[in-house]
């Protein structure tokens, strides 16, 4: 069965003032729409076929780079929607702050190097929280549509959070002032969601 756009839980105007409505639905219907399009074109009559997302991008060799480029589109959108939410922002709680606070000293020492990590990945790319097999957090960035799961790709382990950096991903809002971006993001982040797919994945 071929992979489906995935739809928004929420309005493209939901996240207003952080982001942008029109951004949103580009973003979306655009953007996104068309890594699932050529996704499901790659993987056609092919041994991957039928297989999940995860499935296929652990054990993705990265030569094929339309798999690559269109799997790591379509499975990095569909994480980035989810752990945004209008009622976002604020701070973790319970079992997913006390990691973080393991992990990172404190959750403004977090935001720092979260943001530090989106801020300085040189041109397009992702900044990720992941987690690692016993719980453990740890902080990358990857170029272009790659993202952890994919084999000697990032930080390794799940990603939990991931904030998209490519300039169409805020540029119609916030020009070339990637941190200003960065920084209204955390204004957004579903922080259920992520502490959700934390207590899953650790």
């Given at each position: 069965?071929?992979?489906?756009?995935?739809?928004?839980k929420?309005?493209?105007?939901?996240?207003?003032?952080?982001?942008?409505?029109?951004?949103?639905?580009?973003h979306?219907?655009?953007?996104?729409?068309?890594?699932?399009?050529?996704?499901?074109?790659?993987?056609?009559?092919?041994d991957?076929?039928?297989?999940?997302?995860?499935?296929?991008?652990?054990?993705?060799?990265?030569?094929?780079?339309?798999?690559?480029n269109?799997?790591?589109?379509?499975?990095n959108?569909?994480?980035?929607?989810?752990v945004?939410?209008?009622?976002?922002?604020?701070?973790?709680?319970?079992?997913?702050?006390?990691?973080?606070?393991?992990?990172?000293?404190?959750?403004?020492?977090?935001?720092?190097?979260?943001?530090?990590?989106?801020?300085?990945?040189?041109?397009?790319?992702?900044?990720?929280?992941?987690?690692?097999?016993?719980?453990?957090?740890?902080?990358?960035?990857t170029?272009?549509?790659?993202?952890?799961l994919?084999?000697?790709?990032?930080?390794?382990?799940?990603?939990?959070l991931?904030?998209?950096?490519?300039?169409?991903?805020?540029y119609l809002?916030?020009?070339?002032?990637?941190?200003?971006?960065?920084?209204?993001?955390?204004?957004?982040?579903?922080w259920?969601?992520?502490?959700?797919?934390?207590?899953?994945?650790?």
């Amino acid at each position: 069965m071929a992979f489906a756009l995935p739809e928004l839980k929420y309005a493209f105007d939901a996240l207003e003032p952080h982001i942008d409505a029109k951004t949103m639905e580009i973003h979306h219907d655009k953007h996104h729409a068309g890594y699932t399009t050529k996704l499901n074109n790659a993987i056609e009559g092919t041994d991957l076929e039928g297989k999940t997302i995860e499935n296929i991008l652990k054990n993705l060799d990265l030569s094929n780079s339309a798999v690559r480029n269109n799997g790591g589109g379509f499975y990095n959108h569909s994480l980035f929607w989810e752990v945004m939410s209008p009622d976002g922002g604020g701070k973790p709680e319970g079992e997913l702050a006390e990691a973080i606070d393991t992990a990172f000293g404190s959750f403004d020492a977090f935001k720092e190097e979260f943001s530090n990590a989106a801020a300085g990945q040189f041109g397009s790319g992702w900044a990720w929280l992941c987690v690692h097999d016993g719980g453990k957090l740890e902080i990358c960035s990857t170029p272009n549509q790659d993202n952890p799961l994919m084999p000697e790709v990032g930080c390794g382990g799940t990603p939990i959070l991931g904030l998209d950096v490519w300039e169409h991903a805020y540029y119609l809002n916030y020009q070339n002032k990637r941190p200003a971006y960065i920084d209204a993001f955390f204004n957004v982040i579903d922080w259920k969601e992520v502490a959700s797919r934390y207590a899953k994945e650790k």
